[in-house]
């Protein structure tokens, strides 16, 4: 996953996307929205191949729609345009493995999740995202030492004992809680400057 580029404006963006070969906005677009929305699809049932084909068709169908100014901001949020594309190209999906199923004489109704709340689900995987994009953009760009990082990453990421991690890597439980809390520190203001960029779309 690329990183996002958190300095560009959703509405900076927006505008970019009008110009049909601006590379730059669709990649822009791609990095912050395609792994939402995978996670997304995923969670409301699909598996990883088909959710990254209704993902595709969901950014797709967006950015048309976009330049055939069907999409209005003053009328809603852009996550909302977003996933209402995706829940209608799923239920097309889910339309078409039914009638695959009939012909083949099973049941045209999988045990499929009901399509909860979409809202609580997108926000859900956007925190995810902007989480891991940040724990990525963290590792390769931040001035801490290696042995500062890994200690973070296994105490706060893996939940390894503090003790346990203290012995093998040859650091005091001290010195491992200041060095988780550094990163923490750093890794707020990250989170905060992707949620700037992400969430205000």
């Known amino acids: 996953m690329s990183p996002l580029t958190a300095t560009i404006t ?92 009939e012909l083949r004489g099973e049941s045209a109704f999988e045990n499929e999740p009901q399509d909860a709340d979409a809202d609580s689900i997108w926000e859900a995987e956007t925190k995810r995202v902007i989480f891991e994009q940040a724990v990525s953009e963290l590792r390769h ?5 290696e042995r500062t990082i890994e200690a973070f990453e296994r105490v706060v990421l893996k939940h390894e004992d503090v003790d346990a991690v203290s012995a093998q890597m040859g650091l005091t439980a001290q010195e491992i809680y200041n060095a988780k809390n550094r990163v923490v520190e750093r890794l707020r203001e990250i989170v905060k400057r992707y949620e700037e960029a992400l969430i205000g779309g």
């Open 10 to 101: 959703t509405t900076e963006l927006l505008d970019g996307l009008h110009q049909q070969g601006n590379r730059v906005a669709w990649g822009e677009f791609d990095r912050r929205y395609r792994p939402i929305l995978v996670g997304f699809l995923r969670r409301m049932g699909l598996d990883e191949a088909d959710a990254a084909d209704v993902a595709q068709e969901t950014l797709t169908c967006f950015v048309q729609d976009y330049r055939l100014k069907k999409y209005d901001r003053q009328q809603g949020r852009l996550r909302s345009w977003l996933i209402g594309i995706a829940r209608y190209r799923l239920a097309d999906l889910r339309r078409a493995k039914g009638r695959r199923r």
């Open 141 to 145: 760009t931040s001035r801490f030492n």
